[in-house]
């Protein structure tokens, strides 16, 4: 399957500014999209692409950290990009300890701003990326049986097949079979990959 093109949303309440970004950052042969307010981007239909956010702080009603919050809450993890005429020190502080990719000042150069905007898609693709594996890891986890669940995080413990059979009362045999089933279903062919997807998905620590 084709990766959508990548997609730069700009939020401006400067309209000669909105159009001067949009030129600008369709010269590198990215999609674009503008809003004049942060309100009219939140209710907007946003496409499923790699993604940043360049947004300008001072924004009426909604202001840009204001926005920045609100996505963080949500769980939105879009890289954000600020631009400013009026950035401070504690402001720009505040925005890059929140998550912000790069804070510029106007004016700034535009290979400032594309380079960026370059950096901060690059890290929503491989935040996409990871999100994807750990959805189809979950996924398969979910694909287990309370028993095999059990079964698996007795293994990735590092406890032999014999004295699973014991803990849960079973035979040695029965666990086999469950142990070849959690293989099949989680897709793993290693001891050490398993103990790995156990600490993805965030199973208690005390059990591998």
Do not use: W
């Amino acid at each position: 399957m084709t990766e959508a093109q990548a997609i730069v949303f700009v939020i401006d309440d400067d309209e000669a500014m909105r159009e001067a970004l949009q030129s600008l950052i369709r010269l590198g042969d990215l999609r674009v999209a503008t809003f004049a307010s942060a309100r009219e981007f939140l209710t907007s239909h946003r496409p499923e692409a790699p993604a940043c956010l360049v947004l300008d702080v001072r924004l009426p009603r909604l202001s840009g950290l204001d926005l920045q919050r609100e996505l963080s809450a949500a769980q939105m993890r879009l890289p954000i990009i600020f631009i400013t005429g009026h950035g401070d020190i504690p402001m720009t502080v505040r925005a890059m300890k929140a998550g912000a990719v790069e804070f510029l000042t106007k004016p700034f150069r535009d290979q400032e701003l594309l380079d960026a905007i370059q950096q901060a898609i690059a890290c929503d693709r491989v935040a996409r990326q990871q999100g994807a594996e750990l959805a189809a890891l979950r996924q398969r986890y979910a694909a287990l049986t309370p028993r095999e669940r059990e079964v698996m995080q007795l293994v990735v413990s590092g406890r032999l097949n014999k004295q699973i059979a014991a803990d849960l009362g079973t035979s040695e045999i029965t666990i086999k079979l469950h142990r070849g089933q959690v293989v099949h279903k989680m897709q793993t062919k290693s001891f050490a990959d398993l103990v790995r997807m156990a600490a993805t998905l965030g199973l208690p620590a005390a059990t591998y």
